[in-house]
């Protein structure tokens, strides 16, 4: 039980003298001596006994004053990373409840270190905020707690407003500093809702407008992006997450329109006609040019053209309907789906029109493709009466399912570090957006106002 | 939320050929019974038998693992009257981390259980206090440990 010795933090250190060696200059002669060197940082490191998850405790944070808002930043921000250091799996984070009896230190210099080990703790994040006016100031500290110390810190300050922003940060720093990882804490999703309940004016059918919407990736802070009272559809963000381009009714007929979000403008790059509509934006990886499909040429087929709407090339070329393009994360590929073989399927095409190849062999739409270095396409499969999600290994051609017929799981899109995927399902009765894992583990449900549809994940 | 795919913990392993010497001690176990068997299986074991094995020398090899089964032993000392503290293998616990720590260690366990070595002046009450906290953590076996009695 007790094998927690001070040999695991060690490693790190030793390995980062072993570095400094070998990287010394051999003197070239004379009598020189190397400048000395010494490593720039040595990283103390959470480990947890050989083979398991460090274990986190992340109580909440200490409010230095007594107000009521300061503590409930206080609480939120602890809360919150929490629930961030939990979804990556990283850690085994210590359920909150069992803190209880363990008093809260006046000060994060000094928290209780053998009650945490009593709790079984290998790492503990202590943190304290303090408010002035509009303004906080975040502090946190991560302890080592078999060592009792100090493994990372960071001090933060800023608008009181957004206490979640905090704890995202702290928790995508936590995870860069001790686990080497990418966190998603502080990505978003954009997806379309029709939560306004609004009816689509001037139109035949009765249908409800469908908006575009933003929201962090656990689904809090959702906030409105478009107010065309217009049918909205396939959001998709912009590499840089400053601009969304979606396809939208709000001329009467599908366009592929380009919101910036936070200069307020908004484009319609391929300039649609109602004889040339344009739909299913999706930005290629370096954000200079955005594939869609058009029916322009007489029926659907896929099209490259630079951001501003200039250079459109054709990409593919025939007579059944070629939709839903995504690119490779190199951008020298798309995979689309086409109906050319009877059914709906995956095919891929380089980038230049050239190269195409069917690579799935099942009723399948929806296809997105995995950030690197996993190479993997995840896509919608019929399955029965419903579908789910499928993923395919492009290198060793294998297949998984991660959902099996609850409701009905569509539009998978990958979180940027390929550890998640966002997708819609009806197994809650309406349509709702859920991430599961990329192992289909961890299924969570993010949306429950309305119908939320066709989830996409900002880099 | 339902568990959408079952991930077996890979390859089980085959259970332990642990025979159980249930010393038939005449031990009125009815009262405990009533309250808690629907929550755990409650067995009773020799200490003896438990240490006591075979001397052998054992093969050397490289690439050896560590025994998953290793045995998890909660002791109750007279001392818990006191301080609320029980023994997990050989570090002092109190008892409202003990679920907790119960849940931590059972992790990579297949098999839910704990020995319980209370203390013969621990109170009956006592022992169930610290039971309740195991079938908190997870446990779904016990088993007491007791001295055999030297035959007469």
Redesign the interface.
Known sequence: ??RRTALSFLIPVVSSIGVMLAQQPTPTGGNQTPPPQQPSSIGVSISGDS??AP?MAVPDFIALSSDAETQAIARTIGQVLWDDLNYEREF?M??RD?Y??IAAPASIADPPFDRWR???ADGLIMGSVAKAGNTVRVEMRLYRVPTRQQAFAREYSGAAANARVYAHTISDEVHQSQRNLRGVARTKLTFVSDRDRQRVVKTVENREVKEVYIADYDGAGHRRVTAGAQLNNSPTWSPDGRAIAYTSWRTGFMDVFVSRIYEGTMSNPAKGTPSAQNYLPMYSPDGTKLAFTSNRDGNPEIYVMNADGSGIRRLTNHPSIDVTPTWSPTGTQLAFTSERSGTPSIYIVGADGLGLRRITFENSDRATWSPAPRNELAYTARTGPGYDIKVLNLASSETRQ???G?GTNESPAWAPNGRHLAFTSTRSGRTQIFT?DY???N???LTRDGNNQQPHWSQ | MPKVMAMPDGPSRGRRGRRVSTTLAEINVVPMVDVMLVLLIIFMVAAPLLQRGVEVNLPVARQTQKMSEERVYITVPLSYQKDSRVFLDEEAVSLDFLAERIRQAMISKDQKEVFLRPDGGVRMQEVLDVMDRLKEGGIERVGIVALQRAPR
């Open positions: 039980m007790i083979g398991s274990r085994y210590i359920p069992t209880n009896s009593e709790l079984g991660l959902t099996f609850e599961v192992d289909g583990r299924i969570r449900q």
